[in-house]
């Protein structure tokens, strides 16, 4: 009678692994959003002439987003 494989030894399988560059992605998503929301808030100051205002308003807005974006791509991080 030949042997039979013990049912609790499934297939030999790796854990999948994540990439090592999550963070520097995050990182890059948080710092291209404040730059883009922070240069869309120096044009809208250009144009009504408060630029330092709305600078640091989309500054600020931008790192709100950044985070969101994050949180949404790298839920786990």
Do not use: Q
């Not at 790796?14 to 808030?41: D, F, I, Q, Y």
């Not at 630029?51 to 994050?70: D, K, S, T, W, Y």
Request: some cysteine; proline content about 6%.
């Amino acid at each position: 009678m030949p042997a039979l494989a013990p049912t609790h030894l499934a297939a030999m399988t790796t854990p999948e692994r994540k990439p090592l560059a999550r963070g520097a992605v995050a990182g890059l998503m948080l710092l291209s959003s404040l730059l883009l929301c922070g240069a869309l808030g120096a044009v809208v100051g250009a144009v009504t002439g408060a630029v330092g205002i709305f600078l640091a308003l989309g500054i600020f807005v931008g790192f709100a987003v950044g985070i969101v974006a994050v949180r949404a791509r790298f839920p786990d991080l």
